[in-house]
């Protein structure tokens, strides 16, 4: 089994920055796409960034210039630098990331989601 778990979410004042980790444990024998989802509430899932194993990041407009999305695959480890934080990012934040295992098929697996407010 494989499981995600996230971590660094809080309360934060507009204009600052937080950094978000998850980690995948679990039966892993290679990690392909990594990627961070957010949901307000009353909104759907909506993704904020993608990271491909050995290449280029992608991010949603909306977090361009003010976001980081970087990987550590020793460590099996995906974070999101977030920088110049809004109000309007306030949401639960999920980690996603397509695993295969051992003598397994590749799956998408979800993160439990962590709580990002951006207030003052």
């Known amino acids: 089994q494989v499981q995600l778990v996230e971590s660094g979410g809080g309360l934060v004042q507009p204009g600052g920055s937080l950094r978000l980790s998850c980690a995948a444990s679990g039966n892993i024998y290679r990690i392909y796409t990594m990627a961070w989802y957010h949901q307000a509430p009353g909104k759907q899932r909506e993704l904020v960034a993608t990271?491909?194993?050995?290449?280029?990041?992608n991010y949603a407009d909306s977090v361009k210039g003010r976001f980081t999305i970087s990987r550590d695959n020793a460590k099996n480890t995906v974070y999101l630098q977030m920088n110049s934080l809004k109000p309007e990012d306030t949401a639960v934040y999920y980690c996603?990331?397509?695993?295969?295992?051992?003598?397994?098929?590749?799956?998408?697996?979800w993160g439990q989601g962590t709580q990002v407010t951006v207030s003052s």
């Open positions: 990271i491909p194993s050995g290449g280029m990041p």
């Open positions: 996603k990331a397509d695993i295969s295992s051992y003598q397994a098929d590749t799956l998408t697996y």
